[in-house]
């Protein structure tokens, strides 16, 4: 009961030979009907599944999709992890999820791991590390695997360079944050607090910090440097640091969180305090995840189409003769969690 079911035992119940079950199996062979129904037969009542090592061999069966992003838990992830199996899955593609932890060591082994698996693509996403030993071995393994028939895929991250055999689906990372903070400016706000990872290397913070610093000098507004406060992607943090400003009794009118989980930590800790959102204090948030909306206030957000970046992520890889890089628009949705303040409202030069 313990032995694996073999294509001979398969053979054997079916009364045909290994050969010809081997060929009912790869689907690509011209195989009687009466002949391929008894194989089918056969294969069900033994409980055969395939070696999948030995067809992957063979160069047939079930290609593999790789997707490696830093935290399963992270709900923007999820929705881009959505996106790409259901594309992988159109595609005739099982989907591998890894995860790196943040850890740029980490990531590089499992590319690695993924080119030698034979996987059809290996999809990283989410922001990159931008130091430049980094590049070079992502740089590598994107020629390697572009050599095996395989496709690296920057997935809401920048390109490695031009002549870099890359797939990049981005999104318009920058542009979010520069609408966002362009809004609560011209509602009046001038002490805007920026919660988040403010990383130089990491491409989503630093694209995100470029954003509301730009919007800041196009309406002339002097950027106080003690409002961009670094900190991480996370509830907890964003909790932590909007009860340490209270404390510290800095005076600032609203508060850019860099994402909508920072955003619901901003809220709780806004609420334990009694302070009213948004009459005493206007919250915004980056990503538009379902929580945005649940929150009280809802939350006036940036909506990252994280469904589409996965799907096209897997399209494009899969066919390489399209356009291989492409930048999906971001736009600002706006609900309760933003109030103007009294007063003129300056525009951008």
Known sequence: MNQRVTVKDVAARAGVSPATVSRVLAGDYPVSAATRTRVQRAVRDLDYVANAQARALKGSGTGMIAFVMEDVTGPS???????????????????????????????????????????????????????????????????????????????????????????????????????????????????????????????????????????????????????????????????????????????????????DMVAAGVLRALRQADVRVPQDISVVGYDDIPLAINVTPALTTVRIPTEELGRAAVRLALRPAEPQHVVLGTHIVVRESVAPLVGPMARPA
């Open 77 to 259: 992830f999820a929705y881009v992890a959505k996106g790409v199996e259901q594309q992988a899955t159109a595609e005739g593609r099982l989907c591998l999820i890894c995860t790196t932890h943040g850890d740029p060591a980490r990531e590089l082994a499992v590319v690695e791991a993924m080119r030698e698996q034979h996987a059809d693509a290996v999809i990283l996403v989410g922001g990159g590390f931008g130091d430049e030993e980094h590049r070079q071995r992502l740089t590598h393994f994107a020629h390697a695997l572009d050599r095996a028939g395989s496709r690296l895929v920057l997935c809401g991250r920048p390109p490695l360079g031009d002549d870099v055999p890359t797939t990049v689906v981005e999104y318009d990372n920058e542009g979010g944050a520069y609408a966002m903070t362009s809004h609560l400016l011209s509602q009046g706000h001038r002490r805007i607090v920026y919660l988040g990872n403010v990383q130089p290397d990491h491409t989503t913070s630093r694209d995100r910090i470029k954003g509301f610093t730009r919007a800041h000098e196009a309406f002339g507004v002097p950027l106080d440097p003690a409002l961009i406060v670094p900190g991480e992607f996370s509830q907890a943090y964003g909790e932590a640091a909007t009860r340490r400003l209270l404390a510290r009794g800095i005076d600032f009118t609203a508060i850019f969180a860099a994402t």
